[in-house]
């Protein structure tokens, strides 16, 4: 167990409409980062925020948003969703606010747009 | 971040030292090379890290070339657990906000 949690495990919905994804990191740590895994792909990076700011973004699309709230915690919106948008999406979290810093990884949402 | 080639795939025999290369001939000196895994659809797991000399913790072992270009993360007795998508990544450790590039891995299979 990792400490990082991700909120909901399974969510399956329908081609344009809205989620949101919860992530709540570690204890202590300040950084945020979301991840996208489709299909037998590697993991993408898509964003990343430090104590509720946005430090980077990495292949994240205009549909998607993000943000990290004063208790640290964290959600990704995914709006007007694709078939494609299919995949599992991770969080991890790091104490320091640099990439270089080890990344603990919750267990993933799976999402499956039909 | 430095482009790493990974095999895209690897046998181990149960019991064996299981041996993953890694090319990064791009890094840069400021840059570390990371081992993760992913065993299954878990989110991945942080194993190793190093910037020129030889590291050994619990988990792994990690050789990094003289010329830095290349590395070749070691688990010495690969059990059946140890089945899983190895993910090297090199990256600076010190300041910025970098994107943080995993490739598609190694998927090491380990047989009894």
């Known amino acids: 167990d990792s400490g990082v949690t991700q909120t909901p495990k399974h969510l399956i919905t329908a081609t344009g409409q809205r989620v949101t994804l919860r992530c709540s990191p570690r204890s202590g740590d300040l950084s945020v980062y979301w991840y996208q895994q489709s299909l037998d792909q590697g993991l993408q990076f898509l964003i990343h925020?430090?104590?509720?700011?946005?430090?980077a973004k990495g292949n994240i699309l205009e549909r998607f948003s993000a943000q990290q709230f004063p208790d640290l915690h964290s959600e990704l919106n995914l709006s007007s969703l694709e078939l494609g948008d299919s995949a599992l999406y991770f969080c991890?979290?790091?104490?320091?606010?640099?990439?270089?810093?080890?990344?603990?990884f919750g267990p993933g949402t799976r999402l499956t747009v039909l | 971040d430095a482009k790493t080639t990974q095999p895209p795939s690897m046998d181990c025999a149960e019991g064996r030292a299981a041996n993953l290369p890694c090319n990064h001939s791009?890094?840069?000196?400021?840059?570390?090379v990371y081992w993760y895994r992913q065993i299954h659809s878990q989110g991945p797991q942080y194993i190793i890290h190093?910037?020129?000399n030889n590291e050994t913790n619990e988990m792994a072992s990690l050789i990094i070339t003289e010329d830095r270009k290349s590395s070749t993360l070691i688990l010495p007795h690969a059990t059946l657990r140890d089945t899983a998508v190895y993910y090297c990544i090199v990256r600076p450790h010190s300041g910025g906000y970098q994107k943080v590039t995993f490739g598609t891995g190694t998927k090491l299979q380990v047989i009894p």
């Open positions: 791009t890094i840069s000196g400021n840059e570390y």
């Open positions: 991890a979290s790091s104490v320091g606010r640099g990439s270089y810093n080890e990344q603990f």
């Open positions: 925020y430090y104590n509720g700011e946005e430090r």
């Open positions: 190093g910037l020129k």
